[in-house]
């Protein structure tokens, strides 16, 4: 009866070799995950910025002037809400030029610190 006498199951050996296979893959795996991630987080940006410039240019096709914030572009229901700054993770943090001659806040841009891929800053979008 010696073959009802084995266990079934993994040895210790065969464990330690699977975990370093799965070790090995998440490696591999993760510096291409972050790298997708932040890609991901500039994509979104450059759409909100894209989205909230062109909400500038429409109220200012319409009313002739500039909102003075964010917030009027809400209230006159140009953007639905403030975006979230995707590197910020912020609605707070985006900066508004502000020119008095041109009647308000004429331009956005991200107030997240730090450079893209190329070497821009996320400031100079």
Known sequence: MLTSALRRGFTLIELIVVMAIVAMLVTLA??????????????VLK???????DA???FHGDHGRY???????VKR???RAIPVDPLTESATTWVSLNDPARGGLYEVKSGAPGEDAS???YADW
Request: net charge neutral; no cysteine.
């Open 119 to 121: 070497g821009v800053r």
């Open 56 to 58: 500038l240019d429409k």
């Open 77 to 79: 229901r140009y953007i």
């Open 30 to 43: 993760m510096p291409r995950y972050f790298t997708h991630l932040d890609r991901s987080k500039e994509t």
């Open 67 to 73: 909102p003075e914030s964010l917030e009027e572009l």
């Open 47 to 53: 759409a909100d910025l894209a989205t909230m410039r």
